[in-house]
């Protein structure tokens, strides 16, 4: 888009498209990033290692978060479970339902998924000038600022 065509509108249109385009040009980059040779993983079942390292949750909370079938979030898990990747246990607050875990070797494979997807970025960073790569940099900033502040309960 031009900066002409950018910058032209209202202030309301303005914040309008800039959500549009960070939200279109997030979603390339992580499919972008999905596609890199010798993953042998989804981006879904990336995604849920990377909630359920920030938390344990139950199979509905994942399949719900990921927008897809219950019985498809269960053979997920299973799969994720058969790598020792991620381990079931009793819910404390509800015992008819189990919490599903990262493992240390599912925070391995995590950790190692992401030092891959770095590495297919990087030789393209360093394309970039000084300036452009500290921009990128606060943005990525700025980019966790403002998914924590979506994320955060409101009220």
Do not use: C
């Not at 972008?32 to 079942?45: D, E, H, K, N």
């Not at 509905?60 to 058969?82: F, G, K, N, W």
């Not at 381990?87 to 599912?106: F, I």
């Amino acid at each position: 888009m031009s900066d002409v065509n950018r910058h032209s509108g209202t202030d309301s249109e303005h914040k309008d498209r800039l959500a549009l385009e960070l939200l279109i040009a997030s979603a390339r980059f992580t499919r972008t990033l999905g596609r890199i040779p010798g993953v042998q993983y989804s981006t879904v079942a990336w995604r849920v290692l990377a909630e359920l390292e920030r938390h344990p949750a139950r199979i509905s909370e994942l399949a719900q978060q990921q927008r897809v079938a219950q019985p498809t979030m269960t053979a997920l898990v299973q799969r994720l479970e058969s790598e020792n990747w991620l381990r079931r246990a009793p819910d404390p607050e509800d015992g008819r339902a189990t919490l599903v875990s990262v493992t240390p070797e599912g925070r391995a494979a995590l950790a190692e998924y992401r030092r891959t997807a770095a590495a297919a970025v990087d030789p393209h960073l360093a394309e970039l000038s000084d300036f452009d790569r500290a921009t990128l940099a606060r943005a990525a900033e700025l980019l966790q600022q403002l998914t924590e502040r979506i994320e955060a309960p409101s009220g």
